[in-house]
C-alpha cells in the first residue's frame, strides 16, 4: 500500500510548471513525452505526467533524471522558479509567496 501523497514544496511545483511549460513550447504531446522517457530508460506514462503537471504526482530522483534528459537540461533547471512570471519573475519578496506563479521566498532571518 502506497503512502498519500503529502503537498507539494517550491521545487516541485516549480517542476510541474517547468515540466508543462517546456511541453507545450515544443508542441509536445503526453504521449510523445512518454515516447522519449521510454527511449531515455525512464517509463512514464502519458497520465502519470499528466498528474505530476496537475500536482497530484511525485516525481522521484529518477524521473527527474530522466526529465531533465529528455528536455536536455540539467537537473536544476527543471527545478527552478518560473523567471518568465510576469507579477514576481521568479523572485517575490523575502517572506512571501506570489500567487500568480506560486513561487515562494523564505523569510530574511
Do not use: K
Not at 56 to 80: I, N, Q, S, T, Y
Request: proline share 8%; aromatic share 4%.
Amino acid at each position: 500500500m502506497s503512502e498519500p501523497m503529502g503537498p507539494l514544496g517550491s521545487a516541485g511545483r516549480n517542476l510541474r510548471r517547468n515540466i508543462r511549460r517546456l511541453r507545450e513550447q515544443r508542441c509536445w504531446s503526453y504521449r510523445e513525452v512518454e515516447e522519449r522517457l521510454s527511449r531515455a530508460g525512464r517509463a512514464i506514462p502519458a497520465l502519470g505526467l499528466s498528474a505530476i503537471e496537475a500536482g497530484e504526482r511525485h516525481a522521484d530522483v529518477d524521473d527527474l533524471v530522466a526529465l531533465a534528459a529528455v528536455f536536455d537540461l540539467g537537473v536544476e533547471e527543471l527545478l527552478e522558479p518560473p523567471a518568465n512570471c510576469d507579477t514576481c519573475h521568479g523572485a517575490p519578496p523575502p517572506g512571501f509567496m506570489c500567487m500568480e506563479c506560486e513561487t515562494s521566498a523564505l523569510p530574511i532571518a
